[in-house]
């Protein structure tokens, strides 16, 4: 079946996460700058989990432009990052509003952890789903970037039981990590594509 679909319900749930993040950051009643102090741990965990989402969205849509089809399998993998992804905005809220104590920033760690893994099994589905398709898997790979993410999201999880402040450093390193985009799919579609286009003008 067509991907159209699917992207475009994705990319419409990933709009709402991110509207729903930002309608979390209350106007103060205060009309001076000292008002928005009070606003900075709220602030902080929009900005990082906008990122994030940001992240997601970005690597998504490269990973989709690989391919051409998608099964039903594919369609449940997807859902299943979608529902982990929709969570970030409620612990978004709780973290910002209690000030990162440990517990809200150790379940932060966990939405992300999750997120990181059912984007590594939607990654895998697509492969599966395209075995001929060896673009998508030569940009994939072993996706070690991707798992050295799960283990620090876990690490950053058990470090804020001990301090919550050590736990948003690792989340917040992860997130620098990933801000260089990935460009393995982008360049391997491009190279496929450069080479069919030599393929047709030698045929001509």
């Not at 106007?27 to 900005?47: A, E, I, N």
């Not at 391919?67 to 993998?77: C, P, T």
């Not at 809220?93 to 966990?110: K, L, R």
């Not at 997130?175 to 286009?197: G, N, T």
Request: charged letters at 20%; aromatic letters at 12%.
């Amino acid at each position: 079946m067509g991907k159209n679909r699917l992207e475009a319900f994705s990319d419409g749930v990933i709009a709402i996460i991110i509207t729903i993040m930002v309608l979390e950051l209350k106007v103060p009643h205060d009309p001076t700058f000292r008002g928005l102090l009070p606003l900075w741990p709220v602030f902080m965990s929009y900005v990082l989990s906008f990122i994030y989402v940001g992240i997601y969205w970005n690597n998504h849509h490269h990973m989709l432009h690989a391919v051409k089809e998608v099964s039903g399998g594919v369609l449940w993998a997807n859902l299943h990052l979608l529902f982990w992804l929709s969570l970030i905005p409620f612990v978004t809220a709780w973290t910002g509003e209690n000030h990162f104590e440990t517990g809200p920033t150790a379940a932060y760690g966990f939405v992300l952890f999750m997120c990181a893994v059912a984007y590594s099994l939607l990654a895998r589905g697509l492969v599966r789903n395209h075995d001929k398709n060896t673009t998508l898997a030569e940009a994939i790979g072993d996706d070690r970037k991707g798992k050295i993410s799960i283990v620090l999201y876990l690490a950053g999880a058990g470090l804020s039981w001990f301090a919550a402040w050590l736990g948003f450093l690792v989340y917040a390193g992860v997130a620098v990590m990933w801000l260089i985009p990935d460009r393995r799919i982008e360049e391997k579609v491009v190279e496929e594509s450069e080479e069919e286009e030599a393929a047709e003008r030698q045929e001509k």
